[in-house]
């Protein structure tokens, strides 16, 4: 069986008798199989227990351990009572692990910021380590996943924070809304208990074997370029007025295991690579305090949709600075456009930072390719100019049999943006006309002409949004529930109002 089937079957099997919650339902298990950490917030009667129950069952031989902590609860309780024949007889402190916390594959901590500070800096070392230190010797955990859960969120000042932290995953649950799923919810009897088919139970041997596939799945540099603009947009919160900076930090130990979540959807659903659709996991991931989900949600959502986003800001600007001229003039004023990029040698645009070196592409080529579209393209070494050049492939290049001649070619992906150009899905924008004495390239026309080029970078930015989305169909990413396309979805109608906002604008205009 294909592993994306028979992550697919687990789901069905465990999501029975739960409605509502399927979201939380696809992250806890998403967890357990990266070896991470869940909090979910939420009140009492939300399926908080029952979901960390029905994990039991997707491991084979696993046990489990809930406990709902209180002020008075102490460490015996959580990590097993002190042995008094050893203590008694040789002396030794040791615990009787068994059937408590150290014993277990499953762990579902309720009420966990009640606890005292004895429990939880065992608990850290617990989570960090997945060992536990039990008199002299140290156990290694079998924990897959601890599941911690409370009504509120830990209380500022109260030494937490590190506790806080290691939860990658951050969930609410909330009482069912949909008055369909609620009626079902109540005439339906819900199992407490599930058992799986054999051929779906995950035996220890197995899940080790797919730690070391997670391993090799591949972050490609598209994905790169998305958590880099999340990153920015999320320092950009942080200044804004009302937040503060750690309103929105994110440490490098927390992105790390974002990536390796990341890989583990990716694995799961049967690729060997990182792709857009698991980026939706960053949704809770990345927040501090619920006030924030809301701005983490657009934040991550408008990162996906990034290349929709440049076109639109772009032609925004243009239009406040070049398209502002009065209706009685608006047929004969002449407007001069500078296409605020450096010109190489009279034909060519150079990237910033190229990785090989100094790198020029054919203006007049990159000015032919569809933004927001892939295209081939061809790299060469010219030994004159000391510089890659990058040619487009297209029908009727008039390089194009010779450039296929050279020793040095080298075939790469592009894909046009604002200003810049993607290839093999890493982003690199052109050099700017802000160095003194530098030729630049002006044009004029009228401003019905250049509406009509507005027009056509309009149109490219609906291109790259519906492209974003598509990949986002029903079944792309097994992890994804409707509620979290949804909310991409409800961003990229936001993009879609500015888009035909600006085309008013325009129309108004000319």
């Excluded at 008094?84 to 615990?95: A, V």
């Excluded at 109260?158 to 909330?174: C, K, M, T, Y």
């Excluded at 804004?240 to 974002?258: A, I, L, T």
């Excluded at 600075?321 to 209706?327: E, F, G, I, Q, R």
């Amino acid at each position: 069986m294909l592993i994306q089937d028979r992550i697919r079957d687990i789901f069905q099997c465990i999501s029975v008798g739960i409605y509502g919650k399927d979201a939380i339902l696809s992250k806890v298990l998403l967890c357990a199989i990266a070896g991470e950490n869940m909090f979910i917030l939420g009140p009492p009667g939300t399926a908080k227990s029952l979901i960390a129950r029905r994990l039991k069952s997707v491991f084979k031989d696993a046990k489990a351990f809930e406990y709902l902590m209180s002020r008075f609860s102490t460490p015996d309780e959580i990590f097993g009572p002190v042995s008094i024949s050893k203590l008694k007889n040789e002396d030794k402190y040791e615990r009787l692990v068994e059937g408590y916390l150290p014993d277990a594959s499953v762990v579902f901590l309720d009420e966990i910021w009640k606890a005292g500070p004895a429990i939880q800096n065992s608990l850290l070392t617990a989570i960090n380590e997945r060992v536990f230190k039990n008199g002299t010797s140290l156990i290694k955990l079998p924990m897959k996943v601890l599941i911690a859960a409370s009504n509120e969120l830990p209380e500022e000042d109260q030494g937490l924070e590190a506790l806080w932290d290691r939860f990658l995953i951050r969930v609410v649950s909330n009482s069912i809304d949909d008055e369909s799923l609620f009626f079902d919810m109540v005439k339906n009897e819900i199992p407490l208990e599930i058992e799986l088919p054999d051929n779906l139970v995950i035996h220890e041997d197995e899940y080790n074997c797919w730690q070391m596939e997670i391993k090799k799945i591949l972050i490609p540099d598209d994905v790169c370029s998305i958590v880099s603009v999340l990153r920015k947009q999320l320092i950009i919160e942080g200044d804004k007025e009302g937040h503060q900076p750690s309103d929105f930090y994110v440490s490098d130990r927390r992105w790390k295991k974002v990536f390796r979540l990341m890989q583990t959807s990716a694995f799961l659903n049967g690729r060997n690579c990182v792709d857009v659709t698991d980026l939706l996991i960053l949704y809770h991931c990345l927040w501090n305090d619920t006030e924030h989900i809301p701005i983490i949600i657009s934040c991550v959502s408008r990162s996906i949709l990034w290349q929709s986003d440049e076109i639109i800001m772009k032609v925004e600007s243009r239009i406040d600075k070049v398209l502002n001229v009065s209706p009685s003039k608006k047929t004969s004023k002449q407007i001069v456009i500078d296409d605020n990029l450096k010109l190489i040698d009279f034909f060519y645009y150079e990237l910033n930072d190229y990785s090989k070196g100094k790198c020029l592409i054919v203006a007049s080529e990159y000015k032919r390719m569809q933004p927001g579209s892939e295209t081939k393209g061809i790299l060469v070494y010219d030994e004159k100019k000391k510089a890659w050049i990058i040619h487009v492939m297209y029908v009727g290049n008039p390089f194009d049999s010779v450039l296929r001649s050279y020793a040095s070619t080298v075939i790469v992906r592009l894909k046009h943006i604002p200003e810049g150009i993607i290839i093999d899905g890493k982003k690199y924008f052109f050099q700017k006309n802000n160095d003194e004495g530098v030729t630049t390239t002006k044009r004029t026309c009228s401003p019905t002409q250049f509406a009509k080029e507005l027009y056509i970078e309009l149109d490219d930015a609906d291109n790259c949004l519906l492209d974003s989305l598509s990949r986002f169909e029903d079944g792309a990413n097994l992890l994804n529930s409707k509620d979290e396309v949804d909310l991409l979805r409800q961003e990229a109608l936001c993009f879609q109002k500015r888009i035909d906002i600006l085309r008013d604008r325009l129309s108004n205009k000319i």
